[in-house]
């Protein structure tokens, strides 16, 4: 009898032991994310790129089990508008992508809608260039954000912004900054309404990070950014030794969803 509630006890110990181990493996579980730019020529290429991620791309990633993708572009007075469309796409392991593409291959409604860019000819290409950019969520931000703005997507502004290191060590510390250093929780309090903070994994202007900070209209993206800039937290934070020349360059778009954006 002994024996038998040892073994009970033994075996409840061990399911105990696997349920903590899953819940925290889910619990510091960090996303990825994928941004597709696309280059574009003219209007032609805007056009057919926009048919085939409405109609056809879009659908089909619902469809595959990606509930929730962002497709943005730069905002009307900058020089990228009708040159530029970015995507992005929220992804809980890396192997996603390998397996999105193997259901878009056997999606016949996806082939079909798509046609038009899928089989484009050598000569009237839908855009110029795809570059594609992988990205690791920040610890202090695993997963994406849903902001909650209730103004015209044609008036909101997403701002991508992407910090470049001059050294690995130096893009770590810019990094931790975030995490750690509490530059995230301060966004927080202040109600950037984040998309994401990520590390870049592989892209072309490494060591970098990125990030999606969301604004109701320009006048609330200039207030919260004022807002930022003069907050006694933040003085305090960027004038620490440890964080100074950590950023050797930096890119900003300012952007807008599409209609059809879920994000």
């Keep these: 009898m002994k024996s038998s509630a040892f073994l009970k006890s033994g075996s409840l110990l061990l ?9 925290s493996q889910q619990l510091w579980a960090r996303d990825y994310y994928q ?8 209007k032609n290429q805007e056009s057919m ?17 990606v509930k929730e993708v962002g497709v943005f572009k730069p905002l009307q007075d900058d020089t990228e508008t009708g040159k ?58 695993p997963s994406y954000g849903v902001p909650s703005h209730s103004t015209p997507k044609s008036d909101r502004v997403y701002e991508l912004r992407s910090y470049e290191g ?16 509490g530059e995230v929780d301060l966004f927080d309090r202040l109600d950037f309404q984040a998309l994401f903070y990520a590390e870049v994994v592989s892209g072309s202007d490494m060591p970098n990070l990125m990030y999606v900070t969301t604004f109701s209209d320009m006048k609330s993206h200039d207030e919260h950014w004022n807002t930022f800039r003069n907050h006694p937290e933040w003085k305090v934070m960027s004038g620490l030794e440890k964080y100074k020349n950590t950023v050797s360059g930096s890119t900003i778009q300012l952007l807008h969803p599409t209609d059809y954006s879920d994000l």
């Design 84 to 141: 530029k469309i970015i995507v992005f796409i929220p992804l809980k392991k890396l192997n996603q992508l390998e397996k999105i593409e193997s259901k878009l291959n056997d999606d016949m409604a996806y082939q079909k809608e798509g046609s038009e860019y899928i089989d484009a000819k050598w000569d009237n290409p839908p855009y110029q260039r795809i570059e594609s950019v992988i990205l690791k969520a920040f610890s202090h931000m």
């Design 166 to 181: 001059p050294t690995e060590k130096y893009y770590r510390k810019k990094v931790e900054m975030f995490n750690e250093g």
């Design 49 to 65: 790129v926009e048919n085939y991620l409405k109609n056809a791309w879009l659908p089909a990633l619902h469809r595959a089990g």
């Design 35 to 42: 941004l597709k730019i696309y280059t574009l020529k003219d």
């Design 15 to 23: 399911i105990v032991f696997f349920f903590f181990i899953t819940c």
